[in-house]
């Protein structure tokens, strides 16, 4: 992971081989990084994405172990227990041109991945709700 910083944004770049939310929470530790907007696009060599079942409270999950297109990856930061709360979506288009979407849980860069965090000078934090199961913005 290579990255620069201009005013309030940071441009990152991740390399082939590197896992996405691993390197995004070792940049918002080392640059104290509390609340920010992603966006990026690039490639993948695996993912899993989820899509939320409200009632059962979990993930249905997709592994998706094959070349890539990011054509669209985006989300946010905030902060669980003073900790990096990394939220993205995804959206993958394979080799024969058919689309996977979904939370990111895991993403790991095929070729590179190009990414704008725009930081804002504040710090939000996520409260678990219990009836939906899900950490939801302290705002």
């Excluded at 009632?55 to 172990?65: F, G, L, M, V």
Aim: with cysteine; net charge negative.
């Amino acid at each position: 992971m290579r990255n620069q910083k201009y005013e309030n944004v940071y441009a990152v770049r991740i390399d082939k081989g590197e896992e996405i939310v691993e390197k995004l929470k070792e940049l918002c530790r080392t640059e104290n990084i509390r609340f920010a907007q992603v966006s990026a696009i690039g490639a993948s060599e695996h993912a899993v994405l989820g899509v939320y079942d409200l009632a059962k409270q979990e993930y249905a999950r997709e592994a998706i172990s094959c070349f890539c297109e990011i054509t669209s990856l985006t989300g946010n930061i905030t902060t669980v227990n003073e900790a990096p709360y990394i939220h993205l979506h995804a959206t993958l288009a394979d080799q024969q041109h058919q689309i996977h979407g979904g939370h990111v849980l895991e993403l790991t860069v095929g070729a590179t991945c190009e990414i704008f965090i725009r930081v804002i000078d504040a710090t939000v934090g996520r409260i678990h709700n219990d009836q939906m199961g899900i950490n939801l913005w302290d705002i």
